[in-house]
């Protein structure tokens, strides 16, 4: 067969808003249900076709074996006004070399001397959530509180009670939902904040010994011409840092607590290994310490993957598990889709954590469970998020019991990242005296 006639192979299934604006997601579901995993759209504001993917082969050949083939595609261009040059928008060279100097600061030991800081402040958020003494809260404020915090403290180490001591210049980030222009805007204008605790630490740099991501870009190097990283260019990853860190990771914890919640069986199981822990294991939980909070995390992930889209573009002509695209064709893999996959998923649309038990987990594809994507431009705070959603669940697990206010609906909102469409409602009951 042609490649015209192999494209045209794939069956044709109505518009796409190129903008991935809010229903995107619900007509992505719907096409898939009509037409599996391969389809195409027409993305009127684009002037072409947009393939669909979500077969397994299709992810593994785009993002791993093949995956210098592409680049990111469509919604990038966005992502870049909002984050600047970073390491989720950048490519090529650069993207490389910045990878390259920042992954030893996700090393797994540099994200364990992290896990007593984030206990502490779970344990500071269970004490304010007992104290709600059975009245309704919104736990995703608390939920985008407390990750907001936990990525500042893993970029600016000790400096973070320094910056937010008066007013938390980054609240902004809690307080606007929208992610638009103003947002930008007012982002940005963090950025003599920034400059000026980059400039106070290269003027003492011999003096005072950090040991967080900050330090980590402003002491990194180039490889070959030993240039240091450039002010605007740490920045930028700063931005990224931030905003790619808080709004995913309280999203799935969100999520989490909404399935385990309402899945009494499934608290119980993860409140009972909470409570049965000894305290060394609570100060530093280990997921195979702790199964019952590790699996419903990952459960969680599964059903309502934050990064719900990931977006490629074809650097050349190639055939993707036998779909043959041209240079400049866009793709589009939802994990969302993906994780919901029939074929790859029984009764998918069920919460069950047993899933992720390792005799089940070890007999499903690999490239069917992707909430952190995979291959190299694989979400680089990965272990980060792990360590940060396991302590919290199993620090409020031990503290308190969580309950969904009856009578919600809750349904997902695709945007930026995949959220509940308004405020779920919780109520608390302390587990022991606080
Ligand atoms: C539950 C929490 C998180 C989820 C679900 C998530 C998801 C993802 C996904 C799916 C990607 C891949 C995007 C693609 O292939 O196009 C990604 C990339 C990335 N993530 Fe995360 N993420 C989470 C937490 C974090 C944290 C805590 C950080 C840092 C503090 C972070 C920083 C990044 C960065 C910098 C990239 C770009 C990596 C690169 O291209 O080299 N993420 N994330």
């Known amino acids: 067969m042609t490649t015209l006639a192999l494209r045209r192979a794939v069956p044709r299934a109505g518009d796409l808003d190129a903008a991935l604006g809010g229903d995107t997601l619900a007509e992505l579901v719907r096409q898939f249900k009509l037409h599996g995993d391969a ?16 077969h397994p082969d299709h992810v593994r050949h785009l993002l791993v074996d093949q995956h210098a083939r592409f680049e990111k595609g469509i919604g990038i261009e966005r992502v870049r006004i909002l984050l600047g040059n970073g390491l989720m928008t950048s490519e090529g060279t650069l993207w490389r070399s910045q990878r390259k100097a920042i992954q030893p600061a996700f090393h797994r030991l540099r994200v364990e001397a992290q896990v007593p800081a984030i206990v502490a402040a779970n344990e500071r958020l269970a004490t304010r959530i007992a104290a709600a003494g059975g009245e309704p809260f919104d736990l995703g404020r608390h939920l985008s509180d407390i990750t907001l915090e936990i990525v500042l403290r893993a970029l600016f180490g000790g400096t973070y009670d320094v910056l937010v ?20 805007y007012a982002l940005r ?4 904040l920034l400059q000026a605790e980059i400039d106070r630490r290269r003027a003492q740099r011999d003096t005072t010994r950090h040991d967080d991501l900050l330090q980590t870009l402003i002491d990194a190097r180039d490889r070959h011409s030993g240039e240091p990283m450039s002010d605007r260019q740490i920045r ?73 889209v990931l977006t490629r573009r074809a650097l050349e002509a190639t055939s993707i598990a036998g779909v043959d695209v041209e240079r400049g064709d866009d793709i589009l893999v939802s994990p969302f889709l993906v994780h919901r996959h029939p074929a790859f998923w029984d009764d998918a649309e069920a919460f069950d954590p047993t ?58 909102d695709a945007r930026v990242n995949l959220r509940p469409r308004s405020t779920i409602q919780f109520t608390a009951a302390a587990r022991r005296a606080t």
């Open 355 to 412: 899933r992720f038990v390792p005799e089940r987990a070890a007999v499903r594809s690999r490239f069917a469970y992707l909430p952190f994507g995979l291959g190299p431009r694989a979400c680089i705070g990965e272990p980060l998020a792990l360590a940060e959603m396991l302590a919290h669940v199993v620090t409020l697990a031990h503290r308190c019991e969580l309950f969904l206010v009856p009578g919600q609906r809750v349904e997902w």
């Open 236 to 308: 930028d990853e700063v931005f990224t840092l931030v905003v790619a860190g808080h709004e995913t990771t309280a999203s799935a914890l969100c999520w989490t607590w909404y399935l385990v919640a309402g899945h009494p069986a499934v608290a119980a199981a993860v409140r009972a290994e909470a409570s049965a822990a000894s305290d060394a294991d609570r100060a530093r939980p280990a997921a195979d310490r702790f199964p019952h909070a590790y699996r419903a995390i990952a459960e969680a992930l599964r059903l309502y993957p934050p990064g719900w």
């Open 189 to 192: 204008k963090l950025g003599g």
């Open 39 to 54: 389809f195409r759209m027409h993305a009127p504001l684009l002037g072409r076709d947009v393939f669909v993917l979500s």
């Open 165 to 184: 001591a008066r007013d938390n210049p980054f609240a902004l980030l809690t307080d606007e939902a929208e992610r638009d222009l103003k947002f930008a």
